[in-house]
């Protein structure tokens, strides 16, 4: 018998502001102990994948380190390969963001001179900063960022993203980044199609342009629920509607 993963977003489908939604900690539970692969697949890079499955695992979800999937880890496998030039990467982003995109990987971070540079959503990017990374990009050096969602959910509305700080930095350099390696872009729908392979595969999230659009990419049964960014369903080839993210795992 075909095995399940079930890919699931975070921010909107399990959880708001880390307070998972009725019932999501009993249901998880439940269906790792029936042998289903769980992955949590987000965009958010404030926090790095040790942050998170300590964040994780006190919430209550089943949740080993290699159960997140982040667009560090995209990241840090597009500049790990060897057809691409960039050896000295500056990345903006928090201590433990940087150390975990530096471990293991065979390029530098001098920071007087750096050949391309990462912008991750940094809570901590200060103005000082913000100018010396666009005057780099006056300078000519190319600039990618870790996922483009412009704003991020909490109880309070939404926040400023990686996208928009990718957006303030094009509205003032008028230089567009390279790439980004967040849903649904071809970096993040590649490395993830690896964890699908001979499966039945599910990706379950809150927005139709990101979970649904990379669940649909890699040809994984797509399901968009109604608790977080969208608030109804539509009809969409490919994708299928549920109120909460319990109401479909009780389906499996
Ligand atoms: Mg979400």
């Known amino acids: 018998m075909e095995r399940n993963v079930i890919l699931c977003d975070l921010d909107g489908t399990l959880y708001q502001d880390g307070v998972p939604f009725d019932g999501i900690v009993e249901s998880l ?7 289903n692969d769980i992955y949590y697949m987000t965009n958010n890079s404030s926090l ?6 300590q964040k994780l695992g006190e919430i209550g979800f089943p949740c080993a380190k290699d159960s997140i999937i982040s667009p560090i880890l995209t990241a840090k496998s597009y500049f790990k390969s060897s057809t691409y030039e960039y050896k000295n990467i500056y990345v903006s982003g928090s201590d433990s963001v940087k ?3 530096f471990h293991g990987l065979q390029v530098t971070s001098d920071k ?3 050949d391309c540079i990462l912008m991750t959503f940094n809570k901590g990017l200060s103005y000082a900063e913000l100018q010396k990374i666009c005057e780099w990009i006056n300078d000519g050096i190319p600039y990618f960022l870790t996922h483009i969602d412009l704003s991020c959910p909490t109880a309070k509305g939404p926040i400023p993203d990686c996208g928009s700080i990718g957006e303030l930095i094009f509205k003032t350099t008028n230089i567009k980044p390279i790439d980004h390696f967040g849903k649904p872009g071809d970096h993040y729908s590649n490395f993830i199609s690896k964890y699908i392979k001979n499966s ?5 999230g809150d927005r139709i342009y990101t979970d649904g659009d990379v ?11 109604l608790t977080g960014e969208t608030k109804e369903p539509s009809s969409i080839e490919g994708i299928t509607f549920y109120d909460t993210a319990v109401d479909f795992f009780d389906t499996l």
Do not use: C, H, R, W
């Not at 539970?29 to 042998?35: A, F, R, S, V, Y």
């Not at 790095?48 to 499955?53: A, D, F, L, R, V």
């Not at 039945?200 to 379950?204: C, D, M, S």
């Open 29 to 35: 539970n439940k269906l790792e102990q029936n042998g």
């Open 48 to 53: 790095s994948i040790n942050e998170y499955t």
């Open 99 to 101: 150390d975990e995109f």
């Open 112 to 114: 007087s001179a750096p």
């Open 200 to 204: 039945n595969a599910y990706v379950v």
């Open 215 to 225: 669940g649909v990419k890699i040809g994984a049964k797509t399901i968009i629920v």
